[in-house]
């Protein structure tokens, strides 16, 4: 998390930080928010089931993302939860710390990040800091600006939701 925190600081990208008991799962997160600002967003690393694509999707927390209309947008059959193995290969987090800041160690840019419309249009972001202990929240500035420095593009886009009801919207 120091070195993040370093490359946050040389980048001049603003953040607040808050210390909280670990959380795993974004219903485990909700008993720690009540005072963060930004948007509530979980993070989903999934790969390709045909393709390999590897596409991290930022949505808000209680988004129920569907897979397969997701994979077909990005020229797949379907996209499937990325591995414990890979996350660490990729990221270096461990599942329950997955954050788009994990992107400073994909060198090879091997990850498409997808940012949901409905969190950009927040303005303010809450992620992980490569650990599950705390949060930081940023502004979208930062994030591009992050981004730019990791060598990453993202696209924000409507992410197909899961609708109740077994039907699904793409």
Known sequence: ?????ELLKQLHVPFQRFDHKAVFTCAES????????????????MKGKRTGTV???????DKRVDTKALGREQGDQSMSFASPA???ELLRVTPGAVTPFGLMHDKDRRIRVI???????IGQFRFHPLVNTATLVIDIQGFERFLEHTGH??????????????ERAG
Not at 55 to 61: D, M, Q, S, Y
Not at 115 to 121: K, L
Not at 153 to 166: A, L, N, R, S
């Open 115 to 121: 940012v949901d419309e409905d969190a950009w249009g």
């Open 30 to 45: 909700e008993e720690i928010d009540a005072d963060i600002p930004g948007a509530h967003t979980k993070q989903l690393l």
């Open 153 to 166: 593009t993202f696209t924000v886009q409507p992410i197909p939701q899961k609708q109740h009801g077994g």
């Open 1 to 5: 998390m120091e070195e993040l925190l």
């Open 86 to 88: 890979l996350l660490f």
């Open 55 to 61: 596409v991290l999707a930022i949505v808000l927390h």
